[in-house]
């Protein structure tokens, strides 16, 4: 055991790092987890993951992909908690469900002063007047059918 701690020494010290980071509750930078809360950084974090199984050794490669997930997970918790909208976030996948709480937070956004057109308008004469109209000085007539038949 010695002798092969002696011969890979980066990959225990790797392995030590991987469990200490699964074991530990350590906390992402926001922007780090920002930066790996996309797509790009989800395929980069797994396939570093996943490159771990090409140094021939499988503990490693395993623990690569458990710390893989855990700090996928805890970025996107990160990143769920700091949204400039967002309040706090206990599931992150809420972010995405519209809720009342972000509804009212919404409505108060869409509280503005009137402008000038809106104030043009409402002080304009209205184009419909309450009085009856005179009747018609002409009588509508049907055209050609082009053999259709008359509705009745």
Not at 19 to 45: Q, Y
Not at 122 to 149: C, K, Q, W
């Amino acid at each position: 055991m010695l002798k092969f701690l002696k011969k890979n020494v980066s990959h225990s010290v790797l392995t030590v790092l991987l469990v200490l980071f699964i074991l530990l509750d350590i906390r992402i930078p926001t922007e780090v987890a920002n930066l790996i809360d996309t797509l790009f950084g989800r395929i980069l974090v797994t396939g570093a993951a996943l490159s771990l199984f090409f140094v021939r050794n499988v503990l490693l490669g395993v623990l690569g992909i458990v710390a893989a997930y855990e700090l996928l997970r805890r970025s996107e918790e990160s990143a769920a908690t700091t949204e400039v909208e967002t309040t706090y976030v206990e599931n992150p996948s809420e972010k995405y469900i519209p809720s009342e709480r972000r509804q009212a937070d919404l409505s108060a956004l869409n509280q503005f002063p009137v402008t000038l057109e809106e104030t043009v308008i409402h002080n304009m004469i209205p184009f419909v007047s309450g009085e009856n109209l005179p009747p018609a000085s002409f009588r509508p007539t049907l055209d050609s059918l082009y053999d259709a038949a008359k509705i009745e």
